[in-house]
């Protein structure tokens, strides 16, 4: 059967810190192999069970400062005292070649992204409560109290963007979020203009 290379889909998950997204996502990648993550670069020290390169291209403060000086960044932010930034050039590569991507971000950087791609599937994650959140904060042993304190504070401000996504996801348990996931990143795919831009030789053939 005759096919033709088209865009890939570029998938924006956002969702307040805690919410779980990073699990769901890894277990997406694992569940797919049709989709790759963009990793971002960022300022943040190395916590001690990332892995540089998978979690994310961890260089310093000055590094980051002369890579957006050289517009190398699709969209860049600074979060809690530290720099986030997503490669503009790998994104556009990936993209033309039909390569679906995820890319992980805040709420901030996706509407930058949206900017250059209007065709981006945003996809937000919220947990069940905030008491859940809280307490997912406090589990995972990683920040301080008055940065878990700073990250609660920013729920507010994060969901209120929720209706600049196209779809939402209440992560209550990890394999129900991960099948919604999973279902959306299908539908997406199936859509009636990516069908007929990559079938266009076999829909001519049957008309």
Not at 49 to 57: K, P, Q, S
Not at 123 to 150: G, H, M, N, W, Y
Not at 178 to 201: S, Y
Request: glycine content about 6%.
């Amino acid at each position: 059967m005759a096919t033709t290379t088209e865009s890939g889909c570029l998938f924006i998950i956002s969702a307040p810190s805690g919410t779980g997204k990073t699990s769901l996502i890894r277990a997406l990648l694992g569940k797919d192999t049709h989709l790759r993550l963009s990793i971002s670069y960022t300022s943040r020290p190395r916590r001690s069970a990332e892995i540089d390169g998978r979690d994310y291209h961890f260089v310093s403060k000055d590094i980051f400062r002369q890579m957006q000086a050289r517009g190398e960044f699709l969209e860049s932010a600074e979060v809690y005292g530290n720099l986030y930034g997503t490669s503009k050039k790998w994104i556009d590569d990936a993209i033309a070649t039909g390569q679906d991507i995820v890319l992980e971000i805040d709420c901030q950087g996706a509407a930058q992204v949206r900017r250059f791609f209007s065709n981006a599937i945003g996809i937000f994650i919220l947990p069940p409560s905030c008491r859940a959140l809280e307490k997912r904060l406090v589990s995972r042993d990683q920040d301080d109290t008055e940065v878990i304190r700073k990250r609660l504070e920013a729920v507010r401000e994060e969901v209120s963007h929720v209706n600049e996504f196209d779809y939402v996801i209440i992560n209550d348990e990890l394999e129900k979020a991960l099948n919604g996931l999973a279902c959306i990143v299908n539908a997406e795919r199936l859509k009636r203009e990516r069908q007929i831009e990559k079938h266009q030789v076999l829909i001519t053939q049957l008309s």
